[in-house]
């Protein structure tokens, strides 16, 4: 006779139970051994060893965004010090500039002071405030004005000498033409033999020219122009121009002379314009006789 057998739907074991209890204490047998004996360090170094590669993969993005971000940011150190070097190399450059020039005003300044020593007449110093700029004539304008004393037909020197001849004035600025300018024209001297003539702003670009003169005159290359002081305007003895070469013409009986000017007003800042009196003189006035309105 066939016994039933019932059919098994679930395999039977431990319980639950039962393998968590199996599993904490060997767990902490395992945590127990490692701390006193450290036998599992091997195992541990093993499975580091095989874990490595994937960790090193799994970091290569993070990796990567920090080397292009090192990489940019030291790029852009770079810019900036560079930059920062060149504006610094030009701010140096301006400073060594500015110092230059402020020493070669210096020692223009000093010799200025000098000649005002050695010139009787009151002086006013003026710095050149702008240029016109007109091809056709030869100006100065200065920072000061009748506000400090200045007026139309004064002179106005360097330590070469003349340089030129106030020719307008506001409150505050005034305006010089110079030598060379074609408007222009001084009473000069020759230093070596005295001989007095009159110097005009010729038409060659920066030379004065003396004319009027005869085919025999005393006048050689190398000589000394100086004012002579007729006028009034212009004190004597100041430096002009130096002769470059005299033109002598025997069929018309003339000479022209061109000079150089012994200033240099394209090259300093500053100047001195002579306080010499402009006014006009006064005509003298008759009494009235007695017996006119004036007395009544």
């Known amino acids: 006779m066939q016994e039933n057998s019932t059919i098994r739907l679930f395999k039977r074991g431990p319980t639950a139970e039962l393998r968590l209890f199996v ?6 047998s395992l945590l127990i051994v490692d701390v006193r004996w450290r036998v599992l360090d091997p195992a541990r170094q093993a499975i580091s060893v095989v874990l490595y590669p994937f960790q090193r993969i799994m970091m290569a993005p993070r ?3 920090e080397h292009i971000s090192s990489w940019s940011d030291a790029a ?3 810019r900036t010090e560079r930059e920062a070097l060149q504006r610094q190399r030009i701010e140096l450059a301006q400073i060594s500039t500015h110092a230059a020039q402020l020493a070669t005003e210096n020692e223009q300044l000093r010799r200025l002071l000098n000649v005002a020593d050695t010139v009787t007449q009151p002086s006013v110093a003026v710095e050149v405030f702008y240029e016109p700029p007109n091809a056709f004539s030869h100006h100065l304008v200065f920072n000061k004005g009748s506000a400090s004393g200045i007026r139309p037909g004064m002179p106005v020197i360097d330590e070469g000498g003349i340089v030129g001849q106030i020719v307008r004035v ?3 600025t005034s305006e010089a033409a110079l030598l060379t300018d074609e408007k222009v024209s001084i009473p000069v001297q020759v230093l070596r033999s005295g001989l007095r003539l009159i ?3 010729g038409n060659i670009t920066g030379k004065l020219e003396v004319r009027y003169l005869t085919a025999d005159v005393d006048l050689e290359p190398g000589d000394v122009l100086v004012t002579s002081g007729i006028g009034g305007l212009f004190p004597a003895g100041l430096s002009v121009a130096k002769v470059d070469h005299v033109n002598r013409d025997p ?3 003339f000479a022209l002379a061109v000079a150089t000017p012994l200033s240099h007003p394209e090259r300093h800042r500053h100047f001195l314009v002579l306080r010499v009196d402009v006014s006009p003189s006064e005509p003298v006035q008759e009494r009235p006789q007695n017996g006119s309105q004036a007395d009544r």
């Not at 599993?23 to 902490?28: A, D, K, Q």
């Open 199 to 201: 110097a005009f702003g």
């Open 23 to 28: 599993f904490v204490v060997l767990s902490l």
């Open 251 to 253: 069929a018309s009986g």
């Open 76 to 78: 852009a150190l770079a």
């Open 170 to 172: 506001t409150p505050f």
């Open 63 to 65: 990796d990567a965004i």
